[in-house]
């Protein structure tokens, strides 16, 4: 059974920073792309960063130059380092992977719980 677990939401004033970290567990051969999700009340679940197995991140627009993403692909984990946090980053930030099972030929897409990220002073 495959699981995605993130940690380190929590509340902080505008300006701060917060480290969110993934962890995938499970019977997993191999992880292709990770990424971070954020979702505010009313709106769709919005990309916010994406890396590859070459550690090639992807960023959206509104968070360029504040976040990084990294992957350690030994312990199959990922974290979102935000900084300069705004109001506007405030949402439930999700956890997204696709990998293969061990004993399968199949490419899977998982999604953590969430955890909310709450800016505010």
């Known amino acids: 059974h495959v699981q995605l677990v993130e940690s380190g939401g929590g509340l902080v004033q505008p300006g701060g920073s917060l480290r969110l970290s993934c962890a995938a567990s499970?019977?997993?051969?191999?992880?292709?792309?990770m990424a971070w999700y954020r979702q505010t009340p009313g709106k769709e679940r919005e990309l916010v960063a994406h890396i590859d197995t070459r550690k090639r991140a992807n960023y959206d627009d509104s968070v360029k130059g504040r976040f990084t993403i990294s992957r350690d692909t030994a312990n199959n984990t990922v974290s979102l380092q935000m900084n300069s946090l705004k109001s506007e980053d405030t949402g439930v930030y999700y956890c997204?992977?696709?990998?293969?099972?061990?004993?399968?030929?199949?490419?899977?897409?998982?999604w953590g719980q969430g955890t909310q990220v709450t800016v505010s002073s």
């Open positions: 997204n992977a696709f990998l293969t099972e061990l004993g399968t030929w199949s490419v899977l897409e998982y």
């Open positions: 499970g019977s997993i051969l191999r992880i292709e792309g």
